[in-house]
């Protein structure tokens, strides 16, 4: 079975913390991603990649960054984290050819900020 | 990033009933799919489309790709307490690459005993 997991379920940080969200997959797939999702917006993409080494920004990237050393893990970095950083995080990964458009996610870890 | 219009944004029914719930887009889509998410958890995918008129089943789900390529509707029939949730369209275009899947805002379905 496909498995996306993260590292943490719920997390609880302070302002001005950096905060390290981890995302791993076991389906070598080429594609990971990083969202958000906040009631009456959705799910809102923050970055992706499509390759080790390599990213890309989503449409709000703004205060994050990634990195993607390995193939299954992609990390998402809030260098400072903010009160409006508080929401679900969501980890996807997909693979390539027509099934590229089949993201499966991991269960989220659901950061607060204080 | 574009948003599709998805619609009911809740739907309060009785179990044993038939929901319809669907998606439009300005754009054209490759692909159309179908997710749900429980609370606290991420979607999950339920079905996905690739053809224009396609029809395709999971189960008491039921979901189609509409012909114009801008829209698709998803059908779960005899709903039961388990399909408490929020179902989620998507939409994927190839030339849009890594990035192209569109999200709705979801549809939460909610179940009165």
């Known amino acids: 079975d496909v498995k996306v997991t993260q590292s943490s379920r719920y997390l609880v940080k302070r302002t001005g913390e950096k905060v390290f969200l981890e995302c791993v997959q076991d389906m070598d797939h080429e594609n990971m991603f990083w969202y958000r999702q906040d009631p009456g917006l959705g799910l809102r993409l923050i970055y992706f990649?499509?390759?080790?080494?390599?990213?890309e920004k989503g449409d709000i990237p703004e205060g994050y960054s990634v990195s993607r050393e390995k193939k299954e893990r992609f990390s998402l970095i809030l260098e400072s984290a903010s009160t409006n950083q508080t929401s679900m995080y969501l980890c996807?990964?997909?693979?390539?050819?027509?099934?590229?458009?089949?993201?499966?996610f991991g269960p989220g870890t659901r950061l607060t900020v204080l | 990033g574009q948003q599709l219009n998805q619609s009911p944004q809740s739907m309060f029914i009785q179990e044993g009933e038939d929901v319809s719930m669907n998606c439009t887009s300005s754009s054209i889509f490759n692909t159309w799919l179908w997710y749900k998410q429980d609370p606290g958890e991420g979607p999950v995918l339920l079905i996905a489309?690739?053809?224009?008129?396609e029809l395709t089943s999971n189960g008491r789900l039921t979901a189609q790709f509409g012909i114009t390529r801008k829209d698709s509707f998803l059908n779960i029939s005899a709903s039961i307490p388990s399909d408490v949730g929020i179902y989620f369209c998507?939409?994927?275009?190839?030339?849009?690459?890594?990035?192209?899947?569109?999200f709705g805002k979801g549809t939460h379905l909610i179940i009165q005993p």
């Open positions: 998507a939409g994927w275009d190839s030339g849009g690459g890594a990035d192209g899947l569109t």
């Open positions: 489309l690739y053809k224009a008129g």
């Open positions: 990649s499509y390759d080790v080494k390599m990213k």
């Open positions: 996807a990964s997909t693979g390539g050819g027509r099934a590229r458009g089949e993201q499966f």
